[in-house]
T-cell receptor
Framework: DAKTTQPPSMDCAEGRAANLPCNHSTISGNEYVYWYRQIHSQGPQYIIH???NNETNEMASLIITEDRKSSTLILPHATLRDTAVYYCIVPNTDKLIFGTGTRLQVFP | EADIYQTPRYLVIGTGKKITLECSQT?????MYWYQQDPGMELHLIHY???????EKGDLSSESTVSRIRTEHFPLTLESARPSHTSQYLC?????????????FGSGTRLTVV
């Protein structure tokens, strides 16, 4: 898998936007960026994915730089329930391999 | 509304016992996976299957074994449990069309070997 680098932890105030960065400088042209999150010890949950265009769904937005070497997951109005570990994954196989992710703490 | 079920949720067992962790899904997914996660640590893929009679080892070496006799069922077995096997085991499945963004995870089995 293309290597991804994420900050180990971040804080965000409730109601504010949470911007979670991910570096994937070795990504190749046809590799997608996937984001999952894991709340406490539950199974990971899919959030969003993209190739080169920005993407938005009901959960989040994904901004991918033009050179595709980095991306940012945006939770526009973070709530306490968004406290979780967020994983940025660039797989080059047909299986998800999770790294260490970013532990996002949303505080009141 | 989980369509993938793992049993038991919690298991405390003595060293040397044989155990089987159950995983079943009702979505007709061909692909199924087992991940292992120690508290506060990374998820590691230990086994996967592309369909009936297909099983492969994942990126993390594991003493466990798996079988896939039916599409919906993907049990994981430890022949002789040891304290080092204490961990959480998460099962997942995905279908061909949604692939990497269509993973559905079970609630996990938290195993403690004493």
């Amino acid at each position: 898998d293309a290597k991804t680098t994420q900050p180990p932890s971040m804080d965000c105030a409730e109601g504010r936007a949470a911007n979670l960065p991910c570096n994937h400088s070795t990504i190749s042209g046809n590799e997608y960026v996937y984001w999952y999150r894991q709340i406490h010890s539950q199974g990971p949950q899919y959030i969003i994915h993209g190739l080169k265009n920005n993407e938005t769904n009901e959960m989040a937005s994904l901004i991918i730089t033009e050179d595709r070497k980095s991306s940012t997951l945006i939770l526009p109005h973070a709530t306490l329930r968004d406290t979780a570990v967020y994983y940025c994954i660039v797989p080059n196989t047909d299986k998800l391999i999770f790294g260490t992710g970013t532990r996002l703490q949303v505080f009141p | 509304e989980a369509d993938i079920y793992q049993t038991p949720r919690y298991l405390v067992i003595g060293t040397g016992k044989k155990i089987t962790l159950e995983c079943s899904q009702t979505m007709g997914h061909d692909k199924m996976y087992w991940y292992q996660q120690d508290p506060g640590m990374e998820l590691h893929l230990i086994h996967y299957s592309y369909g009936v009679n297909s099983t492969e080892k994942g990126d993390l070496s594991s003493e466990s074994t798996v079988s896939r006799i039916r599409t919906e069922h993907f049990p994981l077995t430890l022949e002789s449990a040891r304290p080092s096997h204490t961990s959480q085991y998460l099962c997942a499945s995905s279908d061909q069309t949604r692939a990497l963004y269509g993973y559905t995870f079970g609630s996990g089995t938290r195993l403690t070997v004493v």
